[in-house]
């Protein structure tokens, strides 16, 4: 290594993360003691753990909660990343487990999403909704709330992981560590179940 | 094709997870099959309710809570590396050498037993460093040449190769990892978990 390319090592180092850093550079600068970059990693991935962690334990302050074991238990555990593989797959995969270890901890892995969450959390959306869609919209989205949250823990952990961060069904399988087949029949039960619960409200055509 | 497409199937196709053939098939039996064409459409409409999911915004103060969690954790960088303890400790234990062995040589050339001659010889010193500082460095450069001990000579270059390793073992880490938390940041932390 010359001089040159040490000291551009040396000022890549310092500097303050961009919204264009990787996550593994991220974690890997954390690694190295960066607590710096370990924030900015905390503020790209805390929606995404947050509702992910809300939807498996079924209350928000519950999930808060379990986000910040999360992230601390992730520093604590950098050590163990790989940062040759993708930082968020792992991150995940600390939260589903967390998760699931509160579930058991508090003897209902059958646990629901109380029915009083769902619209004071839907009636208070953080995109724009327009009015005049607002009550069809808010219609659907309770039915499908309710009944991702009457559906087993795993499968809330699918159904969020494919459409609230929108990843492919390898990467739902090496996260929550079950076979590619497994995910997709969640998904499709899901579908089912959702199809019927539609279909008993009159909303489908 | 005879019957009706089966539950699979139609999820499959939805999930793109159909061969070219088997796409074509479903197509062209939906386009004759009233039955198994609401069925896809309402396995479409299920799907198009499902990806209505949102997410809920998260409080502004997330971040700081958990960094101040991250900092107060047993394996924060600051307090933990042994790496950094290790040099320093090898700095300290330099100086105290150094500091012995100047004692120790300053004593031994001047020799000197009482606490008075002590301190007479203390004041000494530091008159003729004010009046002639080329004395001082005099003095300073025998201490190791000079002196007739064995500790001086032989402490003397220990005490500051331990300092010079010290020193390079934490400068080695300073490159090598960022700054640790900002300062201007962690103040607004401290300030907002007062407020």
């Known amino acids: 290594m010359t001089t040159t390319e040490a000291l551009a090592l040396i000022a890549r180092n310092r500097q303050t993360p961009s919204e264009t850093t990787s996550d593994e550079e991220l974690a890997r600068r954390a690694q190295r003691g960066d607590v710096h970059a370990f924030s900015t990693l905390v503020e790209r991935y805390q929606k995404s753990i947050v509702n992910l962690a809300y939807r498996l334990v079924g209350n928000w302050d519950t999930a808060l909660d379990i986000s910040q074991d999360v992230f601390v238990r992730a520093f604590q555990m950098l050590h163990t990343f790989d940062s040759r593989r993708p930082f968020k797959p792992w991150l995940y995969r600390i939260a589903t487990n967390r998760c699931y270890d509160y579930l058991r901890r508090q003897g209902r892995e059958k646990a629901i999403i109380s029915e009083e969450e769902i619209p004071a959390r839907i009636s208070s959306p953080d ?11 808010n219609e659907i989205r309770q039915t499908v709330e309710r009944v991702i949250a009457h559906l087993p823990p795993r499968y809330r952990a699918v159904i969020t992981l494919r459409y609230l961060e929108g990843l492919t069904y390898k990467e739902i399988s090496e996260i929550l560590d079950m076979p590619i087949g497994t995910v997709k029949t969640h998904i499709h039960r899901a579908r089912d179940i959702l199809k019927a619960a539609l279909a008993e409200k009159g909303m489908l055509p | 094709m005879n019957g009706h497409l089966s539950n699979e199937t139609l999820h499959r196709y939805l999930d793109g997870d159909l061969s070219w053939e088997e ?16 069925r896809l459409e309402h396995l479409r409409q299920a799907e198009y309710a499902l990806r209505q999911i ?15 969690r991250v900092r107060q954790s047993p394996t924060y960088p600051w307090t933990s590396s042994s790496v950094t303890w290790i040099g320093r400790a090898l700095m300290f234990t330099g100086v105290l050498l150094l500091i012995v ?3 120790e040589a300053w004593t031994l050339s001047t020799s000197f037993s009482t606490w008075h001659d002590i301190k007479v010889q203390w004041m000494t010193f530091w008159t003729n460093v004010l009046n002639d500082p080329e004395s001082a460095m005099y003095i300073l450069v025998n201490l190791d040449t000079s002196a007739e001990s064995d500790i001086a000579q032989t402490v003397l270059p220990l005490a500051l190769a331990l300092i010079a390793l010290g020193g390079f073992i934490h400068m080695v880490r300073w490159i090598t990892t960022a700054p640790t938390y900002p300062r201007h940041l962690s103040y607004t932390m401290d300030r907002g978990l007062q407020g």
């Open chain 1, 127 to 137: 995109r724009f909704v327009d009015p005049e869609d607002q009550a069809i919209q």
């Open chain 2, 23 to 38: 796409r074509q098939q479903v197509r062209s039996h939906v386009n004759t099959c009233a039955e198994c064409r609401q």
């Open chain 2, 54 to 68: 949102t997410s809920f915004a998260v409080p502004a103060d997330f971040t700081e809570r958990v960094m101040k």
């Open chain 2, 101 to 103: 062995a100047i004692l």
